[in-house]
């Protein structure tokens, strides 16, 4: 089995992310569901509330620890391996740093910063086992929103063939 490291490439796009940039501008980003753009923070923290984003995060969550240990084959430990190397790397505690810290300045719902957080976290792990054929995209496609400077909020379907708004 061969063994995964965190490339600090992947760790570096963290360091990259200019959160919010571009909330309120309407952008194309090619993702593999279908985009709806909300007009304000208001909105965002309506579909954020939603419990439809919540379990398609969890149930994300799910299918990609699945395919890394199931399908893949690594144990638990392996596993938690890679999701540590993420958490306690420099580049992604300065990242929600930062993140909570543009949250706090424009007095957005905290709410949103555990979220976030969360999808960046996995969009890591997401990405450190890319390279395997029918490895999810889900959070790696979040991260290509951060990257983008928007705020993904809420879902509606099933993915990928719903909904995904963005702020």
């Not at 993420?86 to 957005?108: G, H, W």
Request: negative net charge; proline residues 2%.
């Amino acid at each position: 089995m061969k063994k995964i490291n965190v490339s600090q490439e992947l760790l570096g796009e963290f360091d990259n992310i200019q959160w919010f940039i571009n909330c309120g501008k309407v952008v194309n980003i090619e993702l593999s569901c279908s985009v709806q753009h909300v007009q304000g923070w208001e909105e965002a923290e309506k579909y954020d509330e939603q419990e439809e984003w919540e379990e398609l995060i969890s149930n994300s969550r799910d299918i990609l620890a699945d395919f890394i240990m199931r399908k893949l084959g690594y144990s638990v430990r392996q596993f938690n391996s890679v999701v540590a190397s993420i958490r306690d790397s420099v580049q992604y505690k300065l990242s929600v740093t930062k993140l909570y810290d543009i949250i706090e300045e424009q007095d957005i719902k905290e709410e949103f910063g555990a979220t976030l957080s969360w999808l960046l976290l996995n969009a890591g792990i997401e990405a450190t086992f890319k390279e395997f054929k029918g490895c999810p995209n889900f959070f790696r496609e979040m991260l290509l929103i951060f990257q983008h400077g928007h705020c993904p909020c809420g879902w509606k379907g099933k993915w990928p063939k719903g909904m995904l708004y963005i702020y």
